[in-house]
């Protein structure tokens, strides 16, 4: 069997070396969807790769606490993008947040709840600022470094506010704002600490702190009537908690909501970063339309199968008088069109890395060949190769050789 | 296993083969019998249309009977699969087409070595017995050439050496010289003929009433049933397996003399007119060719490093 199915590949060689032009062109229909998917990939992994050694430096004891809606995974994440700032409501409760902080080896626990108001300063009125309500564990948590003042504290008084980075400077003038106040929802602030600008603004929290009015989510509550936590960020005492933090999370949760499992809590890396799940959204979509292209690439080699399949009616003829089972036909012409799109394959993987390196020449991240895309890629060219390969082969494995061996051309 | 003299190879038992149904019913074969026994060479003639290419089509498993029963080597082969009938053909049975029917875009050994593909061979091995066949048909030379590039007859006898590499119990031919001239066609019989006396079975169908000659047995068909079926030779005499070689020189050049070695101890000669049959000793000197006188080379110098003087 193993010689057999070693002459047919040789036969299948033999006969695409034959018609080189033929073979090439077809080989690069499959080229260019797959070079196409490599160079989305390899971007996309690039990208990735960049937030996440921005925002993962030392993450590895963090563990995120996020409302759930029932719903799935990629419908939450999308959710988590467009109504981040509305108010829907939110499974996570001030409650929930003083459970956590009780399990034994969290060190600290802070809530989020972010959204967009309007708020008065003097008598100017400043619309769409972002406001961050959480607690004084916060500037542990995502490691705040202050230009100015201080964080929220539990020993200063309730309406105390902490600027961002950029919000002080545009509407505050400058960073030197301390002790300056606003209205905000009928309460004043006072201003008592301006944070200095971080690097990655946009981070796990899916907040951008340098544009965001940090107040006291205590003090928030009893002004605001319904209080929505769109995230608990917790962090362990050590790396080798967070598996015991995570599982006590769930069992202290779930009992304090009556068994209802209406939260994930979240510990890898990727998943932390809302930007991160965004973005293989959007890669798996482009992905999608770049397969086209390949199925596109997948019908001309089988198209160029069925000519070859005719044009050969006599040899097929020929080979089935001397003794060659339909099973033999069939394998010789699928080896064909495997190698087709193989070879179509490797040369689109070299293209797309190619391509990828290119454009990352014009970028400030570096393109990211992953083991994965290997795979991806052979095993798509492979799957097309039998997939567009598999009629001409029957076609020809069905031919009568009584007929066969009368055809002329 | 030694062979039984005048074994029966083929039988062909009421076989019919029906075209159409009713009104456009036509029979290509009716009530068809047939016994072939090895070592027979027969040939069938007919007008066209009596059935004959049909019959060596269901000889040669290409093409199943409507009814009847077909025993090759005395077993039953109407009911086995595709495949078994793939291996068949591969082993038992070698065919010889009007047209050739040589892949033209593989070389000469390699349409020859085409059948051993099927019947699971090496890729040297494969190479190696067709070069040895090919030899037999004084190809060899010829080996890489690509069939369009040989002449008709040429490309017939690469048909049949393709037929005979699996050493078939039976070799189909369909009217082999229909495409030749008759000096290519009288080339091609005498092949034929030597493969017969080798003791292979041959069944050809022709329309040259000419060629019985080289028959042992003559089957007139007519309207897919036999009309007369003539032995010009007993079955006792038909060559068998083994039987001794019947040697054929093709002389192409009068001027250098032919050497061939019957056994270890008898030669024969053939120079010019003169046939010379001997003890392979004794003969040897006479037809030994003069060596060529070698051309007179000037003694190359050899070049002695020169030595630096101090």
Known sequence: ?409 | MPKEKNEIIIELKAVTKRYGFGDAESFALHNFDLTVKRGEFIMIMGPSGCGKTTLLNIIGLLDRPTSGQYLLNDKSVDHISSRKKAQFRANEIGFIFQNFNLIPNLSVIENVSLPLIYSGHHKTRRLKKADEILERFHLREREYYMPYQLSGGQQQRVAIARSLISKPSIILADEPTGNLDSRSSHIIMEELRDIHAQGNTIIMVTHNPSLTTYATRVINMLDGEIDTDIKTVDDSELPRPGSPERISVRILSKKRPVELEVDSKTKVVVSGEHVTIGDSNSIDAVTKPKPKKKLAKKPRKKIKPEKKEP
């Open chain 1, 1 to 409: 069997m193993a010689l057999l199915l070693n002459t047919h590949l040789h036969l299948a060689i033999d006969s695409l070396r034959r018609n080189r032009g033929r073979t090439f062109l077809s080989a690069l229909g499959i080229a260019i969807g797959v070079a196409s998917i490599v160079l989305i990939l390899s971007l996309t992994g690039g990208i990735n790769q960049l937030i996440n050694a921005n925002s993962d430096r030392n993450n590895a004891d963090l563990i995120l606490v996020r409302p759930l809606a029932g719903k799935n995974a990629t419908e939450s994440i999308i959710d988590e993008f467009t109504s981040n700032n509305q108010f829907t409501k939110s499974s996570l409760t001030l409650e929930d947040v003083k459970t956590i902080s009780k399990i034994e080896k969290v060190s600290s626990t802070a809530p989020i709840a972010a959204s967009t108001n309007a708020i008065k300063i003097g008598n100017r009125t400043v619309q769409s600022v972002d406001i961050v309500a959480t607690n004084a564990d916060f500037a542990n948590i995502v490691s705040l470094r202050l230009k100015n003042g201080q964080f929220l504290e539990s020993s200063l008084r309730k309406n105390v506010a902490v600027l961002g980075y950029d919000i002080a400077m545009q509407q505050f003038g400058g960073t030197e704002s301390l002790a300056k106040t606003f209205n905000y929802n009928g309460q004043n602030f006072l201003v008592v600490g301006v944070l200095d600008k971080i690097d990655d603004p946009v981070n796990y929290n899916g907040v951008n702190l340098d544009d965001s009015v940090i107040i006291d989510i205590d003090f928030a509550s009893t002004f605001e009537s319904s209080i929505q936590i769109q995230q608990i960020d917790v962090r362990a005492e050590t790396t080798d908690s967070v598996t015991a933090i995570t599982e006590s999370i769930h069992k202290e949760l779930s009992k304090t909501k009556n068994g209802d499992q209406n939260f994930s809590v979240i510990t890898s890396a990727e998943d932390m970063h809302p930007a991160g799940s965004l973005l293989s959204i959007v890669s798996g979509m482009l992905t999608l339309v770049a397969s086209i292209s390949l199925i596109v690439g997948g019908i001309g080699v089988m198209n160029i199968m069925l000519v070859s399949v005719s044009e050969r009616t006599r040899e097929i003829g020929i080979r089935k008088s001397v003794g060659a089972s339909s099973g033999n036909i069939l394998l010789q012409f699928l080896f064909e069109s495997i190698i087709l799109s193989i070879s179509g394959g490797i040369l689109g993987f070299i293209l797309g890395y190619i391509g990828a390196f290119i454009i990352s020449l014009m970028t400030p991240f570096a393109p990211h060949i992953s083991w994965q895309i290997i795979i991806i890629t052979s095993a798509v060219s492979l799957t097309v190769g039998i997939l567009f390969g598999i009629y001409p082969a029957i076609k020809a494995a069905n031919k009568d050789p009584i007929t066969s061996l009368k055809y002329y051309r």
